[in-house]
């Protein structure tokens, strides 16, 4: 159990301490620590309360609090220990991704020292996914048996480990295995921190806790490759140093986790089970997941490909400019976010789709002219529309479900968006090997436009059957 401090804001009167305390006594739960002060008003009195509470019967107090006569305001009131907590684990997320993605710039020079294909540097970046996709399905599940703050630590662990790899790495074995366990770190974290944020959340509100992992992702995403890419131009051991700073991060990341205090009702044993989606919200959850598929699909060949023909696509190669389009990608996402939230769902998807498939067409035209004005203004567009359909649909489906699903349909949601990143860029890589990066590029291009219209007509008949069911 994690301690909450609840402010209570009462008319003051007779009796009205007595009610609010008695109600904790209804729940076989002792008051820590109380305190009475000023209301700002005369007449109004403000009651702080310190109690160690299970999240389901801190949401029924609350619940029964806010219907008292003598009430006037309840909510959460966030102690700096729980601050703190909330941005180390939002900055151990931000670091695992950041990690995933140190590895962009520097495909150019795998590439070149040991020979590898197309194909070969597209299972290289996609490696990490086949350990992810599985902790999506079992590190949430397994934190309920040892608590949040294990898990995450072992998922730092993990990505301490991929860094120590890489750092050592001289053939594309040990590479692969360094990204499998990044993988592992990651699927670790995008699950577990998402539920420990939105509980570490002053009003656990899940609008605002899947803003933050939202924007922990991208930011990671922008900044990995770009002081990648600044290190492998200016610093000496341009393969090795990039992954001493990462491990040196993930190490205060540690440092931090160790300090981090959340709820842990230890559960006396696990059952894995598959993904509980109910049939009310299967439309929607799958349309959300589909199109945040289609999202990173797309940047992730920025993220492979691309970085590795970069100098026969525009003519030269410099690793800044490599980590450089990647970073502008992540934070034009990052900056549409926040543009775009304010647009309603529908809008913020035809919006992404229309950004996306500019940049689609931009990749195209790079091809044919090889033009590096062309390519920066496709990687401008994609970044531009990943952020609204990546965060719209993570925030579109996380506030409406319940609890005691959400985390399965977070599960969901990344197993997609990770299926995304690495299938389509396998394909398209040893597809080049076969028929030319030119022709390989262009079909992908059709595959993911034609998914994308798919998904804006879901969208569209998302939106209808949930206003039909308001007006039932």
Avoid at 6 to 31: D, H, K, M, W
Avoid at 193 to 198: A, G, I, K, M, V
């Amino acid at each position: 159990m994690v301690v909450r401090n609840i402010s209570v804001l009462v008319y003051n009167r007779p009796g009205v301490l007595a009610c609010v305390s008695q109600l904790f006594t209804l729940f076989e739960t002792n008051i820590d620590k109380i305190t009475i002060g000023h209301g700002g008003s005369p007449g109004i009195s403000r009651i702080q309360i310190e109690v160690s509470i299970e999240d389901d019967k801190l949401e029924m107090v609350i619940s029964q609090m806010a219907n008292l006569s003598d009430v006037l305001q309840v909510g959460m009131a966030k102690t700096g220990a729980q601050t703190r907590s909330f941005w180390i684990v939002a900055y151990s997320l931000f670091i695992t991704i950041f990690g995933i993605n140190v590895a962009s710039p520097l495909y150019s020079i795998y590439r070149t020292e040991w020979q590898l294909t197309s194909g070969m540097i597209t299972l290289l970046f996609a490696a990490y996914v086949f350990s992810v996709i599985p902790g999506l399905f079992i590190f949430l599940q397994l934190a309920e048996r040892f608590g949040k703050r294990k898990i995450l630590i072992f998922g730092l662990m993990a990505a301490l480990s991929g860094a120590v790899c890489s750092t050592l790495a001289n053939d594309i074995p040990i590479l692969i295995m360094a990204r499998i366990l990044q993988g592992l770190a990651v699927g670790t974290f995008i699950c577990v921190s998402s539920s420990t944020l939105n509980e570490l959340e002053r009003n656990r509100n899940w609008q605002t806790s899947s803003l933050v992992t939202a924007f922990a992702v991208t930011a990671g995403s922008s900044l990995g490759p770009f002081m990648a890419g600044i290190l492998a131009q200016f610093a000496p051991m341009p393969t090795k140093l990039p992954y001493i700073v990462y491990g040196g991060l993930v190490i205060l990341g540690m440092i931090g986790m160790s300090t981090v205090k959340v709820s842990y009702r230890k559960a006396h044993r696990v059952r894995f089970h598959g993904l509980n989606i109910p049939k009310t919200i299967r439309l929607h959850a799958y349309t959300a997941a589909a199109t945040s598929f289609i999202a990173w699909g797309v940047v992730s060949l920025f993220l492979s490909v691309i970085p590795s023909y970069l100098n026969e696509w525009a003519g030269k190669f410099n690793f800044i400019l490599s980590g450089g389009m990647i970073a502008s990608i992540f934070a034009l996402s990052t900056f549409s976010q926040f543009l775009f939230k304010r647009l309603s769902v529908m809008k913020m998807m035809a919006v992404g789709i229309l950004l996306l498939s500019l940049g689609l067409m931009g990749v195209a035209a790079t091809l044919q002219h090889m033009s590096i004005v062309l390519l920066i203004t496709s990687a401008i567009c994609v970044g531009l529309g990943h952020g609204p359909l990546y965060a719209g649909s993570l925030v579109s489906i996380s506030t409406e479900v319940a609890d005691d699903i959400r985390g399965d349909i977070i599960s969901l949601f990344y197993l997609f968006s990770y299926t995304g990143i690495a299938f389509p860029v396998i394909l398209l890589g040893y597809s080049a090997e076969q028929i030319g990066i030119e022709t390989s590029v262009f079909l992908f291009a059709l595959f993911i436009e034609a998914g994308a219209l798919l998904s804006l007509l879901l969208w569209h008949k998302t939106k209808t059957e949930k206003d039909g069911g308001r007006m039932r």
